[in-house]
């Protein structure tokens, strides 16, 4: 099949690749409309980290739900020094995404 064929007829394809020596772990966050999840993640030593946001498939409601999937956003930070009142932290920004995507 050609590239141009597989545009054409898939909307999403997904490439699996498997490494036994990664670590998977996730968190759970459900939220209503207009709020948002704050996660602090701990990196005990340097690799190579993947960070993302999947949200539940679209083929998982009936055809005619008209479900759509949320917006979602990541917004990744470093804590150059910590606090206990989240206002006074200090952190650097490292990178963003966006998107309307299952997967950001």
Known sequence: ??????????????????NDDYFYSYMKANHSRGSYSLMRLVIDKSGEHTISVSQVDERCHQRNSQYEYSHTR?????IEEDAS???KL?????RGV????RDA
Not at 74 to 78: F, S, T, Y
């Open 74 to 78: 990541i917004i990744l930070l470093k």
């Open 1 to 18: 099949m050609s590239y141009d064929d597989v545009c054409t007829y898939f909307s999403r394809i997904q490439v699996c690749h498997i």
């Open 85 to 87: 009142d989240i206002e």
């Open 90 to 94: 200090k952190v650097r920004y490292i």
């Open 98 to 101: 966006n998107g309307w995507d």
